[in-house]
């Protein structure tokens, strides 16, 4: 059998009907930039996430420095994120000339709030949580220490749309929350896109003229900005796709599940939280994030019987990649690069792959 880590083709096939009756009723209209069918996705979206506002923008990274900059955040200012996340939260940073400040994650791979202490200066403004695999941070002692210190929160969602804390979904806790729409995600379209959620209707306003070249809704110019649009094909196929999202995300906390049940027993490994383990959290699964002391050896038995995985960021934390010049140590982060990998987990696998991945791994550690 062979298990591709996310199958790009397979994803299409899976939604073909609904995806090209939003493209051709695109095509057929002639309506692709800033029309209704992105209207209509933001007006969905702000609906589902329970936010006032959602714009949409040309892909999840734009979505972040757009929000920095919105929020007034300025050239020197010092924002805390997590070193176990994608380039693209410090590189967005970075963009607008602020410094990216990295803290440990926790058990669970995600923001460890009990880090944030550590790394505070008097030139920090800012805190980004990434809500990372599909599960959101712990954001009760985010926000009571981002409350202590008076700092703003910009949540990076790109893995998180759906999962939520104490039923709050993630992307709603802060000033600004962001998502991607990269093929792979939970909720992805057919290229890059990305979104931004706010209550802040200052923050709304600044975000809709700068991602237009600074226009305005009544067409004046108000401010330099970018090309950063959500195109209307994407933004369709994304409607069409929102309406099943909960489905997306029901299948993929079952096959969460079977893999936990699986492989529960087997000692070396470190699963992710159970969906039901803790009432707080709810849990979507955009990866599947295990450890696992015997990492390597693993990664190639799988290979062989043709699985695919991967280590996350191409094996490394953001602080591990030595040409961005960070000079800090994080020995827990550390630790879960040494151990960390991605099993297939999306909803184009059936039950028979899911318990070929499972049985293969059973049978590497009846050797190893």
Known sequence: ?????????????KNKEAIEEAFFSVMERGAFILQSDLEDFESALAKYTGA?????????TDALWLS??????????????????????????????LNPVLVECGADHLMDPNDLQKQITNRTKAII??????????????????????LLIIEDAAQGIGSKFNNQMAGTFGIAGTYSFYPAKTLGCYGDGGAVVTNDTKIADAIYELRDHGRAKNGDYNRWGINSRLDNIQAAILLSKLKTLDDEISRRRE???????????????TLPPSPNDNENYFD????????????????????????GTIVQWGGKAVHQIKCLGFDIHLPFTDKVFQRCLLLPMNTTLSDDEINYVIENIRSFYKFN
């Open 284 to 307: 979507t699964f955009q990866n599947f994030e295990i450890e696992s002391g015997k990492r390597d050896k693993l990664k190639i038995y799988l290979s062989n019987q043709g699985i």
């Open 68 to 97: 920095m900059l919105a929020a007034g955040l300025k050239s020197g200012d010092e924002v805390l994120m997590p070193s176990h996340t994608y380039i693209a939260t410090p590189g967005a940073a970075r963009f607008i000339g």
């Open 255 to 269: 096959i969460a599940n079977r893999y936990i049940n699986g492989l529960g027993d087997i000692a070396d490994l």
């Open 1 to 13: 059998m062979k298990i591709p880590f996310f199958n790009y083709q397979k994803l299409y096939v």
């Open 129 to 150: 949580p990434v809500q990372l695999n599909g599960r959101t941070c712990n954001m009760a002692d985010i926000i009571n220490f981002s409350n202590e210190n008076d």
């Open 52 to 60: 006032q506002y959602a714009l949409g923008v040309a892909n999840g």
